[in-house]
């Protein structure tokens, strides 16, 4: 860490000038950081990550190894980006044609999980707190609290705030085994009670 430098920077990584990196953020080896993209505070950039200009990544964004968050793309607060995950930002790329003033965007909400592997097909916003499973291929929105799995992905089912799967009961209920905090189904949108067990 440079003298009055706030975040860790690797030896081998790279971080262009022009990037806004938040306090004790960490960049591990050989990631490149591009001009114009903003990290927030408690950030921890894995090994080999691309993050193009542009990228706007909130506070305790966990990205892991191997991961290219290209221009177009927001993660907010407590974001999880699983190893070799991918997006994309735009729909149909040909190397012949220039598409750059149309890229798509992705928006991925507080506290959202994005499985190893999987791929987020751009234009389609990922809600607060879903769970993409490893592999899986997301082609469309995804509803907060949502569990998806699959090529193209499906939802299976729903996860509380801590990543436990819900299993909601006649009247629409279900707890978190870990926090213990109560969940309420209704017209097929999940929310916190604000009771707990």
Same mark, same amino acid.
């Given at each position: 860490?440079?003298? /009055?430098?706030?975040y860790f920077a690797h030896p ?104 190893? /592997? ?6 389609? /916003? ?30 299976t089912g729903w ?27 209704? /017209? ?10």
């Amino acid at each position: 860490m440079k003298k /009055n430098q706030e975040y860790f920077a690797h030896p081998t990584a790279v971080v262009d000038e022009g990037c806004t990196i938040g306090k004790d953020s960490k960049i591990w080896h050989f990631s490149h950081l591009m001009p114009g993209c903003t990290i927030g505070e408690r950030c921890n950039i894995g090994q080999n990550v691309v993050i193009s200009p542009g990228v706007i990544l909130g506070n305790n964004v966990k990205v892991q190894n191997n991961v290219s968050i290209y221009t177009g793309v927001t993660c907010e607060d407590d974001v999880f980006l699983g190893p070799s995950m991918v997006f994309t930002n735009i729909t149909n790329p040909r190397s012949a044609v220039v598409r750059r003033d149309k890229y798509e965007k992705t928006l991925v909400r507080k506290g959202a999980s994005i499985g190893a /592997n999987a791929t987020i097909v751009c234009g389609h /916003n990922i809600g607060e707190y879903a769970f993409i499973g490893a592999g899986a291929v997301v082609t469309k929105e995804v509803p907060p609290y949502a569990l998806v799995v699959g090529n193209p992905a499906r939802q299976t089912g729903w996860m509380s705030e801590s990543g436990h799967r819900l299993d909601f009961n006649r009247d629409g209920y279900a707890y978190c085994p870990e926090s213990h905090e109560e969940y309420e189904l209704r /017209n097929n949108r999940v929310q916190k009670t604000g009771r707990k067990k």
